[in-house]
């Protein structure tokens, strides 16, 4: 197989959350042993630090990668979901893991996983864990995919945890309260491994101090001692910070929930120094986050005249940050190329879309996504009002047509939507 016939049977074979849901999730780590066992525990070879979180776990991820890089660390990074290539969710130093190691791992690996009926996560879990090894990183950056208990990134032993913050978003696996979610996640908890965690508020609190408890484990909570004072969008890219320890910083990620991040990642940067990595002198690699590590569509600016911005937030806690962003905004006209897919609350983010819009209703190229028509019915009941479109390509070229050089387009609510449109407008990976 060549490497598009390998991505086409990764996708076919196994069960991918990203196309069917809950169909493709898996409740035990029983595969995940399996399979770490028969590659003889590769990540045991390199340091890693393992984040999870409702939001925000990309943002850290890429952000601690790129300080890890200026430092000198050969870093592995995995994260998902990927934006354009499956390649993406697996960088050394920022490059993309090889087309021919994907085809050379399933060609060699496929007569011992088939017979497990692994799933997509856990057979990628597994290839990335193995060429991070195989590169010889020193240190590995791990996203989990979903929850933390039972995420088949579970099986490694970090230097540090991260739990970036607690919201509802895949109820249907942890549960319907801030705390049962907030257990899920405390299961990257490891014995005497030191736990950052970036939001809070009592009822998860509780949870936290009380699993690492168990587990001996430091415990530090970002919002007990800020070490972020303030934040303001820069006028050419980015935020500038002002910090307790660290006087000005300039990060070129943009979204008004970054500070919540930035706070997360200084406050990890702070247990790292403890642990003998001292990324202190490094900070300036936060100006090139984006560039460095190719983080795509976290309010991303695609263009200038007409400004267009995309941004990956797909639940209603990420939305109550972009809702407000997109209020401020400048513009003559707002034009918003929107769709979501069906396991978010569509209903309570809709509610939060600005009224004084023109909005451009769409679904991307997913099985998961919710039907162009009824994302339109919902906004309609709603009082706003939009045209329908089958294609993300379609609405956003339409939108580009309709828009003078003050005006503003905004497009997202969905990695999906965002992944169609970088897809149709062929940005670099």
């Not at 797909?314 to 940050?321: E, I, K, M, S």
């Amino acid at each position: 197989m060549n490497y598009s016939e390998t991505i086409a049977y990764l996708f076919n074979s196994t069960p991918v959350f990203e196309q069917i849901g809950a169909k493709a999730y898996k409740d035990d780590l029983h595969n995940t042993r399996i399979l770490d066992e028969h590659f003889q525990h590769p990540h045991r070879n390199y340091k890693t630090i393992h984040v999870a979180g409702t939001n925000g776990k990309g943002s850290c991820s890429h952000s601690l990668a790129a300080l890890l890089q200026a430092k000198g660390y050969k870093v592995g990074l995995y994260t998902s979901p990927h934006i354009k290539d499956f390649r993406e969710r697996i960088r050394v130093n920022s490059a993309c893991i090889s087309e021919q190691y994907v085809v050379d791992f399933v060609e060699k690996e496929r007569t011992f996983f088939e017979p497990l009926h692994p799933s997509f996560f856990e057979l990628t879990t597994a290839m990335a864990l193995k060429y991070f090894a195989d590169e010889h990183v020193d240190i590995a950056v791990i996203e989990v995919g979903l929850g933390g208990r039972l995420d088949c990134t579970n099986v490694i032993t970090p230097i540090l945890s991260i739990i970036t913050n607690i919201s509802f978003d895949h109820t249907q696996f942890l549960g319907n309260t801030l705390a049962s979610i907030a257990a899920e996640k405390a299961g990257i908890i490891k014995p005497h491994v030191p736990v950052v965690i970036g939001e809070d508020v009592p009822e998860t609190r509780t949870i936290f101090l009380q699993k690492a408890k168990e587990q001996n484990a430091p415990i530090t909570f970002a919002q007990d001692h800020p070490e972020v004072i303030s934040s303001q969008i820069n006028e050419q890219q980015g935020r500038d910070y002002e910090t307790v320890h660290y006087q000005h910083l300039h990060c070129d990620l943009e979204g008004d929930y970054q500070e919540k991040n930035m706070n997360t990642v200084l406050t990890a940067v702070g247990v790292l120094k403890s642990l003998n990595i001292d990324l202190t002198s490094q900070l300036y690699a936060l100006q090139h986050v984006a560039a460095s590590t190719h983080l795509l569509g976290r309010w991303m600016t695609i263009q200038h005249n007409p400004t267009v911005i995309c941004d990956t937030g797909h639940n209603l806690a990420g939305w109550q940050y972009i809702a407000q962003q997109l209020k401020r905004q400048p513009a003559r006209n707002k034009r918003i190329v929107f769709g979501m897919v069906d396991d978010k609350d569509i209903n309570a983010v809709m509610d939060l879309l600005p009224q004084e819009a023109q909005y451009y209703w769409t679904q991307a190229r997913t099985k998961r996504a919710i039907p162009v028509q009824q994302v339109a019915d919902l906004a309609l009941q709603k009082g706003k009002r939009g045209i329908c479109f089958g294609t993300v390509e379609a609405a956003y070229r339409q939108a580009l047509q309709d828009a003078q050089p003050d005006d503003f387009i905004f497009v997202g609510g969905s990695s999906y939507v965002v992944s169609d449109l970088l897809m149709a407008i062929k940005i670099k990976i």
